[in-house]
């Protein structure tokens, strides 16, 4: 609960939490589709599993906090886990890409939160959409700008958006400072 990604060494589990017997059977379960709470634990409170709902909630807030999965859940702790929908990630982040976007997201005024990098890139996004509508539209106000990039890097999900926001750094960088001088 308190956000320790070594907290299985607390039971002698030295490895990844992602290579823990219960953490395997849980991905493999989500697998390629999302997953409710409540759905992944009563897979496993019932046979063949029989396993008990705070050893599946552990692993599932430990797995979400190694970013192995991702929900939209802000604050996940266990009351909310049943109604929370999961996925499986793909792409992880390290923690100096966390605060590469961090400080991209810091660059345009927008405060953020260790953790909160992939709530914050809508804010980012939006704030960007925003600036172009502002500085182009009908006549006699120049073409509108073609945002269809931030609407695809949009359509993304979890780390897979933040890894895109990294890869285009400097062009949304750079398109923020120009787009914010003109809407002055």
Not at 61 to 85: F, K, M, V, W, Y
Not at 122 to 128: E, H, Q, V, W
Request: overall charge negative; glycine content about 6%.
């Amino acid at each position: 609960m308190q956000g320790d990604p070594d907290a299985l060494k607390r039971i002698s589990w030295d490895k990844e939490p992602k290579d823990h017997p219960v953490a395997i059977e849980i991905l493999r379960f989500i697998g390629n589709s999302t997953r409710q709470g409540k759905e992944i634990r009563n897979h496993f409170v019932r046979s063949p599993y029989g396993w008990s709902q705070d050893a599946i909630d552990t692993i599932i807030l430990l797995l979400r906090i190694t970013e192995h999965i991702s929900t939209l859940e802000p604050d996940l702790n266990q009351a909310r886990i049943g109604n929370a929908s999961f996925k499986k990630e793909i792409h992880t982040l390290t923690a100096s890409d966390k605060i590469k976007i961090r400080r991209i997201y810091m660059d345009a005024g927008i405060t953020c939160q260790p953790g909160q990098e992939f709530l914050h890139s809508n804010t980012y996004l939006n704030l960007l959409k925003q600036l172009a509508d502002s500085i182009g539209g009908d006549a006699p106000l120049p073409e509108p700008v073609n945002i269809q990039f931030l609407k695809d890097i949009e359509n993304l999900d979890g780390n897979e958006r933040l890894l895109r926001i990294l890869e285009e750094q400097e062009d949304l960088k750079a398109k923020y400072k120009d787009w914010k001088q003109k809407a002055a």
